[in-house]
């Protein structure tokens, strides 16, 4: 079992930065592929960003590519999502999601999520 924790959102400016956190517990961490996600008031589920197990390989919606960075530290448990020139259009809940699936895009393929982390960027 897998529990995941974000933590790092809050109210931020347009072109401002925020660093979101995943803690995850669990002593197979390493071995998942880790995603954010994010969903608005009254829209569907968005993802956002993946990274393999491995690290080697991410991937990034066409929204957030070239201002959002997805990464990890294994030793730490915790996964990362710098946001940076963020956008009013970002606000959401943004949620951390761990899996093994090999369609890193698809909600479907994650088991574990976290309880999310409010994101604001005002105008």
């Known amino acids: 079992q897998v529990q995941l924790v974000e933590s790092g959102g809050g109210l931020v400016q347009a072109g401002g930065s925020l660093r979101l956190s995943c803690a995850a517990s669990g002593r197979t961490f390493s071995s998942y592929n880790m995603g954010w996600f994010r969903q608005a008031p009254g829209k569907e589920r968005e993802f956002v960003a993946a990274?393999?197990?491995?690290?080697?390989?991410?991937y990034y919606a066409d929204s957030v590519k070239g201002r959002f960075t997805i990464s990890r530290d294994n030793a730490k448990n915790t996964v990362y999502l710098q946001m940076n020139s963020l956008k009013p259009e970002d606000t959401a809940v943004y949620y951390c999601?761990?899996?093994?699936?090999?369609?890193?895009?698809?909600?479907?393929?994650?088991?574990?999520w976290g309880q999310g982390t409010q994101v604001t960027v005002s105008s």
């Open positions: 999601a761990a899996g093994r699936g090999p369609y890193y895009t698809r909600p479907n393929e994650y088991v574990y």
């Open positions: 990274i393999r197990w491995s690290g080697d390989i991410t």
